[in-house]
């Protein structure tokens, strides 16, 4: 039996943040045959922030989820992973990832971990999160600043 069958890759689509963890999931899902899924997760925008800036807070949710629905292709073309396993989700980077997680029977959750957000300084508050909740093993992929 393989040691993983299906992992899911979080990337917050910051190129130089994401390098690091898409390097390392290629590389295990070519060494173990797991599939590859690709999680970004858009973070709703609180109401109040802004301001008349904007005509609607939808038009804009709209315009990013277009946006990241593209960023997201051009990663997972570039490494030839197929449409079914591109993932966009409105709501918490947290929450999402770990149920689709669940969802998909997901058993490997790769993402990347910098440290910039204090409560657990090595891992950053997604990774950490993510590991005390996740249904499955986590690999956090040290990103280098
Ligand atoms: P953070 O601790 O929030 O700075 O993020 C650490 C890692 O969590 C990133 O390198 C990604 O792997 C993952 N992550 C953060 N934000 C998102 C997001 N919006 N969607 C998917 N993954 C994310």
Redesign the pocket.
Known sequence: MKLYQKIL??????PK??NA?VKKALAIAEETGASLHL?????HIPAYSLGQAYPSIIDLEEEILKEATKELGKLAHKHHIPADKQIIVMGS??A??ISKAEELKIDLI????????GIALL????????LSHAPCDVL??R?KE
């Open positions: 890759l979080a990337v917050d689509l910051h943040c994401d963890a999680i970004h997760v858009i973070e980077p947290k999402a990832i790769i993402l990347g971990s910098h440290g910039r957000h891992l950053g508050s997604t990774a950490s999160s993510v956090a992929v990103i």
